[in-house]
């Protein structure tokens, strides 16, 4: 939908389906407050549906200019069923950087709810401007609130990982702790919702709510505990991922590795690699300088029988720049490289431009399954 601050966003095709319930829902509210405007109360249920989606692109916007200030690239801001996410890609290196960069997104939904109040005492409230405005503050007032629950995957639940964090010096027992608050509340809102409903808590005389409305209000409390309780274990995993990271070292990940020449056959390559005890071979031209690295794969593809008279070259891929990976990466800077520069192989160079050997993306998916199927410490 376009590029904020650089940063894309886009538009869910469940936002059309929750879109269409608001413009039904908020389109019944409005012909028992303004019976006059017939048909038309839908076009105006819809504007409120668009207008209420942009407030949100506010709060996410809130977070992403947060996020860049503190030099966090954001991926995208996407939004979707029930609300937005901006899609931080690294994680905040203080607490206290990691709870503004939760509180500002409710902070800037309360600033428009208060705004929207002050529109409200501009105009007669018995008009669609009036009805809009107060319809805009309460549902900003609604996501604010919802937001500050202090569970994960809410920006409350931030705010409380946040200040364990602080507290304890341990990034991961915040996570922890915010996550299984997630988690209860999520099941608080399972049972909690539909009794407030059915009880009359929540405004409604009991004798208006119908069956239709107590099965809306379950389906309405099981999406959203299915939401938090999903969204705090996705938190755990990605808490559990970032503890494992640096455990992911380039130079203890690397295949030993020949250098061979490019009309070199097959069978003779392999046949040093074994003797050295290697398990990968790089091509190099006449002065020992590496220009490709041979592929596993294409070498697994020729029948034992043909190897004495396929070249290793015809198996080679170029080396590019971005298939240079330093011994030294670790951690979330090796995956940054590999994901920035997509290969099956890459060339793994001391600093002094020597070569180390060769790493294989698949190795690296069998370290990182292995580290994350670990007991968290």
């Known amino acids: 939908m376009g590029r904020p601050f ?44 668009v207008a209420f989606y942009a407030s949100v692109l506010v709060h996410e916007l809130a977070h992403t200019i947060a996020a860049l200030r503190f030099k966090l690239p954001v991926r995208r801001i996407q939004l979707q069923f029930f609300g937005g996410v901006s899609e931080i890609e690294k994680e905040s290196e203080t607490p206290g950087r990691e709870f503004v960069l939760a509180f500002v997104g409710p902070l800037l939904s309360l ?15 018995a008009t669609v401007p009036g009805v809009l405005l107060a319809g805009l503050m309460i549902s900003n007032l609604l996501v604010a609130a919802f937001n500050l629950l202090p569970g994960l995957p809410l920006d409350g639940g931030r705010m409380l990982r946040a200040v364990i964090w602080g507290i304890t010096g341990r990034p991961m027992a915040g996570t922890v702790a915010a996550a299984w608050v997630g988690r209860a509340l999520a ?158 192989e890459y060339l793994v160079l001391e600093a002094d431009g020597t070569i180390y050997g060769v790493l294989s993306t698949l190795d690296v998916e069998k370290a990182f399954v292995k580290a994350m199927a670990r007991p968290q410490s």
Do not use: C
């Open 6 to 49: 650089g940063v894309p966003v886009y538009v869910s095709p469940s936002w059309f389906l929750v879109a269409a319930l608001i413009t039904w829902v908020f389109g019944d509210q409005l012909d028992r407050v303004l019976p006059d405007l017939g048909p038309a109360r839908y076009l105006v249920s819809l504007f409120f549906a």
């Open 187 to 344: 099941v608080a809102i399972l049972l909690g919702l539909p009794l407030l409903t059915h009880t009359g808590l929540l405004g409604n005389p009991t004798q208006e709510i119908g069956g239709m409305d107590t099965v809306m209000d379950a389906l309405l409390a099981a999406i959203l505990a299915a939401i938090i309780w999903t969204g705090a274990g996705n938190s755990l995993r990605m808490a559990r991922l970032r503890e494992h990271l640096p455990e992911l070292q380039a130079r203890t990940l690397t295949r030993r590795a020949i250098p061979v020449e490019n009309a070199t056959p097959l069978s003779e390559a392999l046949r040093r690699a074994n003797e050295a005890g290697a398990r990968a071979l790089v091509v190099v031209d006449g002065h020992g300088d590496p220009t490709a690295v041979v592929r596993e794969s294409a070498i697994a593809s020729v029948p034992e029988h043909r190897r004495p008279w396929v070249a290793v070259s015809t198996l080679a891929q170029d080396l590019t720049d971005g298939m240079k990976v330093s011994a030294d990466l670790t951690g979330e800077e090796l995956l940054d490289h590999l994901r920035t520069n997509p290969a099956t």
């Open 111 to 125: 600033a428009l709810a208060g705004l929207f109040y002050l529109g409200m005492k501009a105009v007669d409230p």
